[in-house]
C-alpha cells in the first residue's frame, strides 16, 4: 500500500473526527492511532479498548504487581534501566512503583493511545517527563473524549473509522510495522496542524 493512499485516510478522518473535539485537541491523534490499532486486532471492539485503558490506570491493578515484577520490567528494558540506574542500584522501590505505574501500561503494555500522547517523549527517551506530566496529560485527553462521547454518533463514525482502514489492505502488514508507520505519519500531520 502505497503511504500517499494511506495519508489521505488519514487527512479524511482527522477532518471527521474534528468535529467531536476541541480545536488542538490532545485526545485527537492518540484516539485515531489507538482505533486503527485496535481496528487491526479487535474489530469491532473499539470502545471496549478505550474504555478498557482506564482499568488498567486503576491504582490497585499495578500496585500489586511483586516488588521483582517491579524492578523486572525497568531491569530488562535497557532505555529504562539507563534512565532509573540510580533507583536500581539504590533499590529505591518507592520511586520505581511510582515510574511504574504510569510507565507500564505505556511501554509494558504498549497501550496505543498512551504511545501516541506520549510519542514525543518516548521517542526522545524521555522517561521521566512521561511520569511528570502523566496524569495531568492523560485526564485532559480523557475528559475530552468523555465530552466527544457525548455526542450520539461518536462511537459510530469511530467503528467506521477502523473499518474503512481495515478495507485499505493493511491488514497483511504485521502490526509493529503498521504502529510505526502510523506513528510516523501522525506525527507530521501533528506539527502541521
Known amino acids: 500500500m502505497e ?111 498512551l504511545e501516541k500522547l506520549f510519542s514525543e517523549e518516548l521517542s526522545q527517551g524521555n522517561y521521566r517527563s512521561i511520569v511528570d506530566s502523566f496524569e495531568a496529560r492523560l485526564n485532559k485527553a480523557l475528559s475530552e473524549i468523555k465530552a466527544a462521547q457525548a455526542e450520539p454518533k461518536f462511537w459510530d463514525n469511530l467503528e467506521k473509522v477502523g473499518h474503512e482502514f481495515l478495507n485499505l489492505g493493511w491488514g497483511w502488514l504485521n502490526e509493529a510495522e503498521i504502529r510505526k508507520q502510523l506513528r510516523q505519519i501522525l506525527d507530521r500531520m501533528v506539527k502541521e496542524n
Open 3 to 113: 503511504e500517499k493512499k494511506l495519508v489521505s485516510f488519514l487527512q479524511q478522518t482527522v477532518k471527521i473526527l474534528e468535529d467531536f473535539f476541541p480545536v488542538n485537541s490532545s485526545a485527537l491523534f492518540p484516539l485515531l492511532n489507538s482505533t486503527l490499532i485496535w481496528a487491526l486486532t479487535r474489530a469491532g471492539q473499539i470502545k471496549a479498548k478505550v474504555l478498557e485503558l482506564e482499568v488498567w490506570l486503576e491504582p490497585e491493578i499495578l500496585e500489586n504487581k511483586p516488588d521483582e515484577f517491579v524492578f523486572n520490567f525497568f531491569e530488562s528494558n535497557p532505555q529504562l534501566k539507563k534512565a532509573y540506574a540510580e533507583e536500581l542500584s539504590r533499590k529505591e522501590l518507592k520511586a520505581l512503583r511510582k515510574a511504574f505505574r504510569v510507565l507500564y501500561p505505556v511501554i509494558g503494555l504498549e497501550d496505543p493511545f
